[in-house]
């Protein structure tokens, strides 16, 4: 049966919530990020969680973790929110850019070789809108390079590969709970790792590396990125219903697909045999043939009062890179043209199968 409409918010989630404001641990600590921490490693198949304030912060930990030193790089997809890759240029590294697999979107593994150098310190996966990337062929280049791998899983919470949950691959992952992703505690994040020693001193970069023995004795600089009690009480609730997200989030684009399988000049989300997809947003790509560019088919939609968005521009494009001087000249063909002909619209969990098919009778008229 396919479920309807999914709240954003449901009733045990406000008990929870209420639970830890009774209590009276309203801050850092507390029994529910205990609990979150535990039961989304555990979800993801790994042995320790650090909840922290976002997704961006998140990563700024897991490359904190790496320790680069001045000129180290990071091999990353281009086509990415922006977080990852302004993690490494604060953190004094150099990400070194791969383009997109056309079909997936997701990082394209045979570009990675050539890209990896003497100063390489570790791969950056980004998962793509719900869809795996390619992670054997990402965890074999890692092992024969000696590479540290980081998975960026913010919009991949519960997809597989190869039967296997994302953001429990590579070495670290981590993942943002902001209220458009899978599970959101309206704000919030968590890094997981392999080892004791990783999880130590993530805790420690997240509250100020603040000493177990002498508290104010610092021997680096950490951050304030801690995630709080009330915050995780949100995130134990929506663990508990993951399988009813993640199934409403496959049926929204089942719909989709289903309406817009026969439509020309349109690429639809794929899920590669190997993958199981989520769905985060479903994206689609015009071709040159549709005679139209992503953002004049979303001024058309928005006049019939559907709301979208563009895809990622590729970080080569970002102004703020170029100024400090990276990547110039470089070209990624796949990435440019997903940022200029792609767009996603609207597939929220409480969006109705009606909704959904208004939605893409719009999108059909639009493109006639
Ligand atoms: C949303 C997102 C982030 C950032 O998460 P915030 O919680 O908004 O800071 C990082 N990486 C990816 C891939 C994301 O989709």
Same mark, same amino acid.
């Given at each position: 049966?396919?479920?309807?409409?999914?709240?954003?918010?449901? $009733?045990?989630?406000?008990?929870?919530?209420?639970?830890?404001?009774?209590?009276?641990?309203?801050?850092?600590?507390?029994?529910?990020?205990?609990?979150? $921490?535990?039961?989304?490693?555990?979800?993801?198949?790994?042995?320790?969680?650090?909840?922290?304030?976002?997704?961006?912060?998140?990563?700024?930990?897991?490359?904190?973790?790496?320790?680069?030193?001045?000129?180290?790089?990071?091999?990353?997809? @281009? #086509?990415?929110?922006?977080?990852?890759?302004?993690?490494?240029?604060?953190?004094?590294?150099?990400?070194?850019?791969?383009?997109? $697999?056309?079909?997936?979107?997701?990082?394209?593994?045979?570009?990675?070789?050539?890209?990896?150098?003497?100063? @390489?310190?570790?791969?950056?996966?980004?998962?793509?809108?719900?869809?795996?990337?390619?992670?054997?062929?990402?965890?074999?280049?890692?092992?024969?390079?000696?590479?540290?791998?980081?998975?960026?899983?913010?919009?991949?919470?519960?997809?597989?590969?190869?039967?296997?949950?994302?953001?429990?691959?590579?070495?670290?992952?981590?993942?943002?709970?902001?209220?458009?992703?899978?599970?959101?505690?309206?704000?919030?994040?968590?890094?997981?790792?392999?080892?004791?020693?990783?999880?130590?001193?993530?805790?420690?970069?997240?509250?100020?590396? #603040?000493?177990?023995?002498?508290?104010?004795?610092?021997?680096?600089?950490?951050?304030?990125?801690?995630?709080?009690?009330?915050?995780?009480?949100?995130?134990?609730?929506?663990?508990?219903?993951?399988?009813?997200?993640?199934?409403?989030?496959?049926?929204?684009?089942?719909?989709?697909?289903?309406?817009?399988?026969?439509?020309?000049?349109?690429?639809?989300?794929?899920?590669?045999?190997?993958?199981?997809?989520?769905?985060?947003v479903y994206g689609i790509v015009l071709?040159?043939?549709?005679?139209?560019t992503a953002l004049q088919l979303s001024?058309?939609l928005?006049?019939?009062?559907?709301?979208t968005r563009q895809f990622?521009?590729?970080?080569?494009?970002?102004?703020?890179?170029?100024?400090?001087?990276? #990547?110039?000249?470089?070209?990624?063909?796949?990435?440019?043209?997903l940022a200029r002909q792609g767009l996603y619209i609207?597939?929220?969990? @409480?969006?109705?199968?009606?909704?959904?098919?208004?939605?893409?009778?719009?999108l059909?008229?639009?493109?006639?």
């Amino acid at each position: 049966m396919i479920p309807v409409a999914e709240p954003l918010v449901t $009733e045990r989630d406000i008990e929870l919530v209420n639970e830890a404001l009774k209590s009276g641990w309203i801050s850092s600590a507390g029994k529910f990020l205990d609990l979150f $921490e535990e039961r989304w490693a555990a979800y993801c198949g790994m042995p320790h969680g650090i909840a922290v304030s976002n997704g961006s912060t998140a990563l700024d930990v897991a490359v904190g973790l790496l320790d680069l030193q001045p000129g180290d790089e990071v091999i990353m997809p @281009t #086509f990415t929110i922006i977080s990852p890759a302004q993690s490494v240029v604060r953190a004094g590294g150099i990400p070194v850019l791969v383009d997109s $697999e056309p079909r997936t979107w997701q990082m394209d593994v045979n570009q990675i070789e050539a890209k990896i150098s003497s100063r @390489t310190r570790a791969i950056l996966v980004v998962h793509i809108y719900g869809h795996p990337a390619d992670m054997d062929a990402i965890l074999d280049i890692a092992r024969r390079h000696n590479l540290t791998v980081i998975e960026d899983a913010a919009e991949v919470h519960g997809a597989e590969y190869k039967g296997r949950r994302c953001g429990g691959l590579g070495d670290i992952s981590t993942f943002s709970f902001y209220a458009n992703k899978l599970v959101t505690t309206g704000e919030g994040g968590m890094v997981l790792v392999r080892t004791t020693e990783m999880a130590e001193r993530a805790r420690s970069l997240r509250n100020l590396c #603040f000493q177990k023995k002498q508290r104010f004795l610092h021997d680096e600089l950490g951050y304030n990125f801690r995630l709080t009690n009330l915050q995780a009480a949100l995130g134990v609730g929506q663990i508990e219903r993951m399988e009813q997200i993640v199934a409403r989030k496959r049926a929204i684009a089942n719909v989709y697909s289903e309406c817009l399988k026969d439509v020309p000049g349109i690429q639809l989300p794929a899920e590669a045999l190997w993958a199981q997809n989520v769905y985060w947003v479903y994206g689609i790509v015009l071709s040159y043939e549709a005679g139209l560019t992503a953002l004049q088919l979303s001024e058309r939609l928005r006049k019939l009062g559907i709301e979208t968005r563009q895809f990622f521009l590729g970080m080569h494009e970002q102004p703020v890179f170029q100024r400090m001087g990276l #990547f110039g000249g470089e070209r990624y063909p796949v990435a440019e043209h997903l940022a200029r002909q792609g767009l996603y619209i609207p597939s929220g969990l @409480t969006m109705t199968d009606q909704q959904i098919a208004e939605t893409a009778t719009a999108l059909k008229e639009c493109l006639a």
